[in-house]
């Protein structure tokens, strides 16, 4: 029987790792000893030859397991992998190679995991961590019975050698961390040091940064990088593109098969994370069928062909209270799910008409946001009148770090069309020629609002944008491209309004979504694939964001958060459309049980039971009996 909870557990505490993590000398919590997406969220897609569900069925036994034995994925694969490289930036490898805030950790291992129901680093190659009393060196303590696949140990050596090899290579991850991370120094085989870079009062730039490196970023084997340089004559884009097929991890999975339809890994029964869990994963395969689409995926996750599946499913509730499925979510009530991120509009400042904070504000106080929480979330969100806008998501540890007493004045809920109209008649932005349009110097305010298409609830939420831009004299047009041609639209600023997530939770957060939103040194980038895509620049805000990450007082940083809060919604370079979860987390419990749900006492988040500490949860798996 599914156990019923309050319909707004989902905002329970994500703790303010801020402060945990910038308070000196830290343990790794440890495990008890016991054992990126949606198609509408996947960012590197690759065009390749799909089959519906049911071919699959007839398809060839090339790579077939027994079914008790293998857990099965949807939404995270949408085309044949490229490769098994970590150094990569064009990886579309997504159950291997996804170094996110909660890295995937099936094949390549972090030093630690993050967990966003605690906000904790658990170990893993890691072991314990600690600041000096300066912040200018993160020492960490690595685990000692980690190995490799080739059963060599995991050494300091190895992880100042992925870092020099992404700094020297210039990744897209050594582009950026090496901003904030001078060197990462062996001191000797089981202890390793993260030297900050310091600024020239000889503070360090961002320990906040720092942090973050270590949940987000694979450890690689030092030899076997050597041996991928040597093949490639050290150059970098060769480095970069290099396959890496004869890879070397030191994850609890290895690869069995890959083709155009499916991604199979096997267990290594030979992990060294049997010392760490006290066991072995229960399933002995992994596998992710190649989709054609959401459709199918959803066909085959209701006929318990799929476990697990990272796909919005529309009334997702219906499966289980009307279908009489045996499915689950990480919550039983709406909005079923942890909602940690925040699909956001971004409106590019140096547009004419979408240079005026009136026009965008206008724009944000006249969308429906209970139409778009009602239809194209199918109520898998908390409105925003329930939680108020701030730069925070709303689970309680980010709230906590936000006064919305202060905010109150600049706060918007939505559908009030005669309130922005009279915010444009006031700013002397008024239809002129009687053509329904509003005029500024002459031309009519007519933008497009873009996210890829085929993203159903995002394209569906764009619409509701468009419908609230005819009711107060704006005209806004939808435009749906092909993923392709929509990133670059992005990355570039070749949009008027464009639709992408911020930051969900981190270790970094709520840090890194307000960078997201507001920082300068994203407006200034000529490729941006990491926030502030509308190029909005406020020096207030700038100034804001340097002095947090160096900030350890509480109260302090609520003030902060909230300043920067009021400039957000006060000068609207963008605004959030939802509340989401980072990951959706439906699960078939046909073959599989003992899946993590939130009341349960185990503290595993819903992500997937793959990422981050969410992959404590593949030790947990008993088959259905």
């Not at 200018?136 to 870092?163: C, G, R």
């Not at 593109?241 to 890879?247: A, I, L, S, V």
Request: aromatic share 10%; charged share 25%.
């Amino acid at each position: 029987m599914r156990k019923r909870l309050n319909k707004w557990t989902a905002l329970f505490t994500v703790g303010a790792m801020t402060m945990t993590l910038l308070s000196g000398c830290q343990k790794a919590a440890s495990t008890d000893g016991t054992g990126q997406t949606s198609k509408a969220e996947e960012t590197t897609q690759t065009t390749a030859q799909t089959t519906t569900a049911e071919e699959k069925k007839d398809s060839a036994d090339a790579g077939s397991t027994p079914r008790n034995e293998t857990l099965y994925f949807n939404g995270q694969q949408w085309g044949t992998i490229n490769d098994w490289n970590p150094l990569s930036s064009n990886s579309n490898n997504a159950m291997a190679v996804t170094q996110q805030d909660n890295a995937r950790e099936i094949v390549y291992e972090t030093l630690f995991m993050y967990n966003m129901l605690d906000g904790k680093l658990y170990g893993l190659l890691g072991k314990d961590y600690a600041w000096n009393d300066g912040q200018t060196e993160l020492t960490i303590t690595l685990n000692p019975d980690a190995k490799w696949s080739d059963q060599t140990p995991v050494t300091a050596q190895d992880v100042a050698y992925t870092f020099d090899c992404h700094k020297k290579y210039a990744t897209a991850q050594g582009s950026d961390y090496s901003n904030y991370i001078d060197s990462v120094e062996a001191k000797d085989d089981h202890t390793v040091i993260f030297k900050a870079k310091l600024d020239d009062k000889g503070l360090p730039v961002n320990p906040l940064k720092v942090v973050e490196y270590v949940p987000k970023i694979y450890v690689m084997q030092k030899a076997y990088l050597q041996k991928v340089e040597q093949r490639n004559g050290n150059d970098a884009d060769k480095i970069k593109q290099d396959r890496m097929d004869d890879f070397v991890a030191s994850g609890p999975y290895k690869s069995y098969y890959n083709d155009d339809q499916k991604v199979v890994f096997v267990r290594d029964d030979n992990y060294w994370g049997k010392a760490l869990w006290g066991k072995l994963p229960a399933p002995k395969y992994i596998t992710h069928v190649i989709y054609e689409n959401n459709a199918a995926g959803d066909t085959a996750f209701k006929s318990g062909e799929v476990d697990v599946s990272q796909q919005f499913i529309t009334n997702v509730q219906k499966l289980w209270e009307e279908d009489g499925l045996p499915i689950s979510t990480y919550i039983d009530e709406a909005p079923y799910g942890v909602c940690a991120t925040m699909p956001t509009a971004f409106f590019n400042v140096e547009k004419p008409g979408l240079d005026r904070k009136e026009v965008r504000k206008a724009i944000a106080m006249a969308v429906d946001y209970d139409q778009i929480i009602a239809s194209a979330m199918s109520n898998q969100s908390p409105s925003f009148k329930d939680v108020p806008r701030s730069i925070m998501n709303p689970t309680s540890g980010e709230q906590a770090l936000v006064n919305q007493d202060a905010l109150k004045d600049y706060q918007f809920t939505g559908n009030d069309v005669e309130g922005a109209k009279a915010l444009l008649d006031k700013a002397g932005i008024v239809d002129k020629d009687g053509d329904g349009i509003r005029e500024i110097d002459g031309k009519n305010l007519t933008f497009k609002a873009e996210c890829p298409d085929g993203w159903t609830d995002w394209n569906a939420s764009l619409e509701i944008v468009a419908a609230a831009g005819s009711k107060i004299g704006i005209g806004i047009e939808t435009y749906f491209p092909d993923a392709n041609t929509f990133y670059d639209d992005m990355t570039t600023r070749k949009f008027d309004i464009c639709m992408w997530n911020p930051p969900a939770a981190s270790v970094a957060n709520p840090w890194g979504r307000a960078m997201a939103f507001m920082s300068t040194d994203y407006a200034n980038l000529k490729v941006n694939w990491t926030g502030n895509y509308g190029g909005y620049i406020n020096e207030d805000a700038n100034n804001l964001l340097k002095k947090i990450p160096l900030e350890t007082n509480k109260d302090t940083l609520k003030e902060y958060y909230t300043e920067l809060s009021r400039i957000y919604l006060d000068e609207v370079p963008s605004f959030s459309l939802m509340y989401r979860p980072m990951l959706f987390h439906a699960v078939n419990e046909s073959v599989w049980t003992g899946f993590p749900q939130l009341d349960d006492g185990d503290n595993i988040p819903p992500t997937d039971c793959t990422d981050g500490y969410g992959i404590a949860a593949l030790y947990k798996l008993v088959n259905v009996k």
